[in-house]
């Protein structure tokens, strides 16, 4: 059966995943996404389409891992499977840095508020 997951079943399932896939939304023009926080917040290694604000939310190799096209995709998604030494070490980093940076949503939304403030609109 194929269903959505919702609510603390989220955070569970994401929780219990060996890999977490994030798939952005062309159409939408994503460089990011909720899920970009949300899988490393829950201890699971990300494993992201490479975009530049990926990059600067994680360190690649080190806190989260990226791809560019299927054939990257499946090449780190096998061998993170294989790994799991290395897979569990990018995930508690990466997971340490959304605390550390303050990745929550309060957090995220005051940097936001912080830079539309710096640029002096009213």
Request: charged share 30%; glycine share 8%; hydrophobic share 35%.
């Amino acid at each position: 059966m194929n269903y959505p997951v919702r609510g603390n079943d989220y955070g569970k399932a994401l929780s219990a995943a060996k890999i977490g896939l994030c798939f952005l939304t062309k159409l939408a023009l994503e460089t990011s996404t909720s899920r970009s926080i949300e899988i490393p917040a829950c201890g699971t290694l990300l494993l992201a389409e490479r975009t530049d604000e990926h990059l600067e939310l994680f360190e690649e190799g080190k806190e989260a891992e990226f791809f560019d096209g299927k054939t990257e995709l499946c090449e780190k998604i096998e061998y993170y499977l294989q790994h799991s030494d290395e897979r569990e070490r990018i995930a508690a980093a990466g997971r340490k840095r959304c605390q550390t940076s303050n990745y929550s949503n309060q957090g995220r939304l005051s940097s936001i508020l912080n830079q539309v403030a710096s640029l002096g609109l009213r």
